[in-house]
T-cell receptor, first 116, second 111 residues
Framework: GAGVSQSPSNKVTEKGKDVELRCDPI?????LYWYRQRLGQGLEFLIY????????KSGLPSDRFSAERTGESVSTLTIQRTQQEDSAVYLC??????????????FGDGTRLSIL | KNEVEQSPQNLTAQEGEFITINCSYS?????LHWLQQHPGGGIVSLFM???GKKKHGRLIATINIQEKHSSLHITASHPRDSAVYICAVLFDGGSQGNLIFGKGTKLSVKP
């Protein structure tokens, strides 16, 4: 079966432009996560969607970042007025739903974003 | 501040060696994950545990809740085990989705 799919795989854009990153989770997975990994750094949580509940946006670094999810399917992460410090790999993961300690997260291959 | 510390940061081993990677955290947790990130960047979930021990093939993960410590062991290591191993925890009282990640342990297994 298909895994978590992210697009584009690479994105190069100029500072100040808006970018939109897409994540297609595994079918049936109600939980979806966005993470960021800067070069040489660890993973950082950005946002979490679970079913129809209000998303947990506590990891979004600024109001330039936003994310949406349509039902329990596709999610888009939007970065407005990109800055050079936004350069990173943006990873999406999905899981069957959150049950403490019992559900693995399945990761996509990420989108490598480079801001010139 | 809720923190996750991993050690060692880098580890080089000879093929066949027994490997241990450690993860310590600062406050109570509800779940701990071990992840593997391959050189190409792909991430695979290895284990999730909230108590005790889990084993999958040559990989063993243990957690000691009282000591706030987890270990990932690799028996009979192989060059294909070379990757970055990441510990991530869900702190008690934290957001359900907000995993806090360690900085990873880069493992290189030489033939």
């Amino acid at each position: 079966g298909a895994g978590v799919s992210q697009s584009p795989s690479n994105k190069v854009t100029e500072k100040g432009k808006d970018v939109e990153l897409r994540c297609d989770p595994i079918s049936g997975h109600t939980a979806l996560y966005w993470y960021r990994q800067r070069l040489g750094q660890g993973l950082e949580f950005l946002i979490y969607f679970q079913g129809n509940s209000a998303p947990d946006k506590s990891g979004l670094p600024s109001d330039r970042f936003s994310a949406e999810r349509t039902g329990e399917s596709v999610s888009t992460l939007t970065i407005q007025r990109t800055q050079q410090e936004d350069s990173a790999v943006y990873l999406c993961a999905s899981s069957l739903g959150f049950y403490r300690g019992d559900q693995p997260q399945h990761f996509g291959d990420g989108t490598r974003l480079s801001i010139l | 501040k809720n923190e996750v510390e991993q050690s060692p940061q880098n580890l080089t081993a000879q093929e066949g060696e027994f490997i241990t990677i450690n993860c310590s955290y600062s406050v109570g947790i509800s779940a701990l994950h071990w992840l593997q990130q391959h050189p190409g960047g792909g991430i695979v979930s290895l284990f999730m545990l909230s108590s005790g021990k889990k084993k999958h093939g040559r990989l063993i993960a243990t957690i000691n809740i009282q000591e706030k410590h987890s270990s990932l062991h690799i028996t009979a290591s192989h060059p294909r085990d070379s990757a970055v191993y990441i510990c991530a925890v869900l702190f008690d009282g934290g957001s359900q989705g907000n995993l806090i990640f360690g900085k990873g342990t880069k493992l290189s297994v030489k033939p």
